[in-house]
């Protein structure tokens, strides 16, 4: 086989690798989205438990 062959198939084995790690990125960057929403609606629920009671007569 040519030595072109083989640097076409490190190509796209680069191209591949680069898109596997693009969208390993992405997935990190939506969890870490989701878990910041979870993580304010864990603090909100604990202050809202801690509040004092207003009652209005």
Known sequence: MSETFW???GAKGTTLASG????????TRR?????QLMA?????????AQA????LS
């Not at 969890?31 to 878990?35: G, K, S, T, V």
């Not at 304010?40 to 809202?48: E, F, G, K, Q």
């Not at 004092?52 to 009652?55: A, E, G, I, L, S």
């Open 40 to 48: 304010a609606d864990a603090i909100r629920s604990r202050l809202d």
């Open 20 to 27: 596997g790690v693009i969208w390993q990125a992405n997935l």
């Open 31 to 35: 969890a870490l989205a989701f878990n």
């Open 52 to 55: 004092p009671d207003v009652r």
């Open 7 to 9: 640097t076409a198939v």
